[in-house]
């Protein structure tokens, strides 16, 4: 019964390839977001997707991109992978309108690029 | 250029005691704050929030303030427990001020170690 899930947990690629990562929630929520976590330990957003508007946050690099197949679902797709996007991603998802932002999140992927 | 700042790494506690951890923000615009705990290998999971039109918001164990001439919160844990030993991170918002769907903006986090 988990709320915000991901898969894998964990990947990892040579530089060069092409991967997604899963994302999951079971909450009707129709707000998901994209986080990377990098090795500074900052956790930034990269993408929010609501109704199938898509807000992506300009410094996330066109390798990324999210595609959401229907409400519960936003996955992650990178192309070309690159030493630099080893990071732990998650995944998260708010419900829009109400008098909160509170969003919940899943238990990460932690990608390696080698 | 952080606009959630948390200055201290790391901060340790005796059991039973109180806990208070610090966040300062940049951003005026910000009009809700919350805080996030997180375990090694699992994700964040929301602990409390205050938008900015409060001061102060307790929920159980838990109270945060919030000082919007400082730009300053805090989180008090009172008592500690061994198990509020993780990393809190302090999260900020433009959700009243129309750019919540931008996402949360992230402090670096600061890992509260609880000593028995």
């Known amino acids: 019964d988990t709320a915000v899930s991901q898969t894998p947990k964990y990947l990892v690629t040579q530089m060069g390839n092409d991967k997604s990562i899963k994302c999951e929630q079971n909450l009707g929520h129709d707000t998901m977001y994209w986080y990377k976590q990098d090795s500074k330990k900052f956790l930034k957003i990269m993408f929010s997707y609501n109704n199938k508007e898509l807000i992506i946050n300009e410094t996330v690099p066109n390798r990324f991109s999210p595609k959401s197949p229907d409400k519960a679902h936003l996955n992650l797709h990178i192309n070309s992978l690159e030493l630099g996007d080893s990071a732990v991603y998650f995944c998260?998802?708010?419900?829009?309108?109400?008098?909160?932002?509170?969003?919940?999140f899943g238990p990460g992927t932690r990608l390696t690029v080698l | 250029d952080q606009q959630v700042k948390q200055n201290s790494p790391s901060l340790s506690v005796q059991e039973g005691r109180i806990s208070i951890l610090n966040c300062d923000y940049t951003n005026s615009m910000f009009d809700y704050f919350l805080w996030y705990k997180k375990y090694p290998a699992e994700g964040p999971t929301f602990l409390i929030s205050?938008?900015?039109?409060?001061d102060k918001n307790e929920d159980g164990r838990f109270t945060v303030f919030l000082n919007k001439s400082a730009k300053h919160l805090s989180l008090h844990i009172v008592p500690s427990q061994p198990g509020d030993s993780a990393v809190y991170f302090c999260a900020a918002s433009l959700m009243y001020s129309g750019g919540g769907a931008d996402g949360l903006t992230f402090g670096k986090g600061t890992h509260l170690i609880i000593q028995p």
């Open positions: 998260a998802s708010r419900s829009s309108g109400g008098r909160t932002d509170t969003q919940y």
């Open positions: 205050i938008s900015s039109i409060k």
